[in-house]
């Protein structure tokens, strides 16, 4: 009889995982520590303090910030509300649309933003909009993050679609309704945590990500990710990291939603089964 493997035996695996959490995360937690010192030194203790924290509001590049988090939440908010539709629809059209010619390659499509590096994507879309003459700004940033976004949204719609028996939507065909009716009465209220799940994760994707921004933003344009980018080049100040602080929290209580709103689904569709 085949053993089950158990890889929190194997020698050496604590240490490497302790050693992996520690290098990930215990920058993060000094950036968080010292976003509470009153100092001006980003390495001195000097007490505790939400100085900082005051500062991102009310100190002397409070406009810029506030610009740079309108921009960012505007267009995370908009990308992840269309990369969602397409996403939702893609779910139905991969799960639900039996076999069809391309649909391995379709599906390959779908998660290549995901396999390749982000830089590459970047470099690409810059080319592209050079390319076609879209002028760089506002739209360009969000065109990128709906294209970018999209595999994110589609993963966890995909997988709440797939723990939902087509017996449901049978049924309503059973009872009269039209592919339609069954879809929008019957199959879209269970997919809701996925589709929900989905909608945060590419919001938050949206709003983290510095890399494509960076590349297609333009002149006179920023996000939050390319505010601190740029503030950071003039030196690392204490509010820097209160600000990056913020975004991290923000980030953390976004992606652990989703994740409950997931697990629940799971649940969901267990009990139902």
Known sequence: ???????????????ITILCLVVLYAPLLVVM???????????????????WYMDIFTGPEAAKFKDAAWNSLTIALSAAVASTIVATAAAVAMV???????KALNLALIS???????IVTAVATLVFFSA???TLGYLSILVAHIVFCIPFAYLPIAA????????YEEAAQDLY??????FLRVLMPLMAPGILAGFLLAFIISLDDFIITNFIKGAGIETLPTAIFGAVKQGIKPNIMALSTLMLTVSILIVTLSYFISRYGRQGTKAEA
């Open 1 to 15: 009889m085949r053993r089950s493997l158990n890889i929190r035996r194997y020698p050496g695996f604590l240490p």
């Open 33 to 51: 520590v010292y976003s509470f010192n009153d100092s001006l030194s980003i390495t001195r203790w000097g007490g505790f303090s939400f100085r």
């Open 96 to 102: 639900r649309g039996g076999a069809f010619r391309g």
């Open 112 to 118: 290549m933003p995901i396999m390749v590096p982000e």
């Open 132 to 134: 076609i003459g879209f």
């Open 160 to 167: 709440r679609l797939q723990g939902i028996d087509g017996s």
């Open 177 to 182: 309704a039209s592919r339609f009716q069954a």
